[in-house]
């Protein structure tokens, strides 16, 4: 149990294109879904908090106009890059919360990520 | 702001070997820590993780870790290696109202035969 997919596993691009993202919580209800990024060799890097039904909360310095998050249903958040560019290359990898979890600080599960290669 | 160290970028170790991996933290207050393992091109899998209680606690894959206050530390070890074992380790602390999650940089184990 507690599947999150990721569609499409690796895109690309051309450079000034849109790029979207999906992140599905395949067997639960996703209250909260994360989105990060991660450079190779370096750390996962929290973009943004994703609450359905709600505007998303990004970290500072992430572009919220860039980088557009939708989450449309309790199953569903996807990132959109927008006008991507070659610095936009990276990994996406997304993660969800369980619905009804009272837990603080309980598991996030996560996708299998996304690699984006920008032209 | 919270922030994780993971000092070793790679470790080499032999298949058989035991393996213990580094991760030092700074948190203003009772942190809660995790343990994610990362496969090439894989997203992460949850091996463990503490919020409170026992200090020395247990992971799937036969992982263990232990939380040390007065030390910051919360390292990973693993009695025996496997070669299936090989991945990179992301040490992490949550904090604040909607769990927040920061990310050690990560450790690439390597098993050689």
């Known amino acids: 149990g507690a599947v999150v997919s990721q569609h499409p596993s690796r895109v690309i691009c051309k450079s000034g294109t849109s790029v979207k993202i999906e992140c599905r919580s395949l067997?639960?209800?996703?209250?909260?879904m994360f989105w990060y990024r991660q450079f190779p060799k370096q750390s996962l890097m929290l973009m943004a908090t994703s609450n359905e039904g709600s505007k998303a909360t990004y970290e500072q310095g992430v572009e919220k106009d860039k980088f557009l998050i939708n989450h449309a249903s309790l199953t569903l958040s996807t990132l959109t890059v927008t006008s991507a560019h070659p610095e936009d290359s990276s990994f996406y990898i997304c993660?969800?919360?369980?619905?009804?979890?009272?837990?603080?600080?309980?598991?996030?599960?996560f996708g299998p990520g996304t690699r984006l290669t920008v032209l | 702001a919270q922030s994780v160290t993971q000092p070793d970028i790679h470790i080499t170790v032999s298949e058989g070997a035991s393996l213990e991996l580094r991760c030092n933290y700074s948190y203003g207050a009772t942190p809660y820590l995790f343990w994610y393992v990362q496969s090439p091109g894989q997203g992460l899998q949850l091996l463990l993780k503490y919020f409170s209680g026992d200090t020395l606690v247990q992971g799937i894959k036969g992982f263990e870790a232990e939380f040390k206050r007065s030390q910051s530390s919360f390292n990973l070890r693993k009695p025996s290696v496997h070669w299936s074992d090989a991945a990179e380790y992301f040490c992490?602390?949550?904090?604040?109202?909607?769990?927040?999650?920061?990310f050690g940089i990560g450790t690439k184990l390597q098993v050689i035969p």
């Open positions: 993660s969800a919360k369980i619905l009804g979890d009272k837990s603080s600080y309980n598991e996030q599960f």
């Open positions: 992490a602390v949550g904090a604040g109202g909607y769990q927040k999650v920061t």
């Open positions: 067997d639960f209800q996703a209250t909260t």
